[in-house]
């Protein structure tokens, strides 16, 4: 994994930097454990950059990215780069439909670090493609 850093002091006393939580959370991400939800903001928003999706509160992004991992057999941390409380982050998944099927897409994920939580989200990537891939 390539990581940029732009930040220069950021994270305060007792609250992990921005690229350190983003790091935590992927981690977790990709051990599919529970864990991954916990860096989330009570009122985390998510979306994507067509607005196909949009979630907001903790709850509500969490039940999202559960029916979203289904699909997902692995992912891997390409790219890192992180400005203020800013990270912006290039994952390579490698989706499998009901069929077995695979299928590798790069999503550019832009996430806003607040007190240590993920507070927002706008993803870009190909939705069609992977919806279609998705139901076939």
């Excluded at 950021?10 to 930097?17: L, P, T």
């Excluded at 979203?68 to 057999?73: A, R």
């Excluded at 780069?81 to 832009?110: F, L, P």
Aim: hydrophobic letters at 40%; glycine letters at 6%; aromatic letters at 14%.
């Amino acid at each position: 994994m390539l990581f940029i850093d732009f930040n220069f002091g950021i994270g305060g006393e007792g609250i992990m930097a921005p690229k350190d939580v983003v790091h935590e959370y992927y981690s977790h991400l990709a051990q599919k454990n529970d864990k991954w939800a916990n860096y989330f903001a009570e009122d985390i928003t998510f979306s994507d950059a067509g607005m196909n999706m949009n979630e907001a509160g903790k709850e509500a992004v969490t039940i999202s990215f559960n029916q979203f991992l289904k699909s997902v057999e692995s992912l891997i941390v390409k790219l890192m780069i992180t400005e203020e409380n800013r990270v912006c982050v290039i994952v390579g998944y490698e989706y499998i439909n009901s069929h077995g099927e695979k299928m590798s897409q790069d999503v550019s994920e832009v996430w806003t670090v607040r007190d240590g939580k993920l507070s927002t989200l706008v993803i870009y990537f190909d939705f069609t493609e992977f919806r279609n891939f998705i139901r076939r």
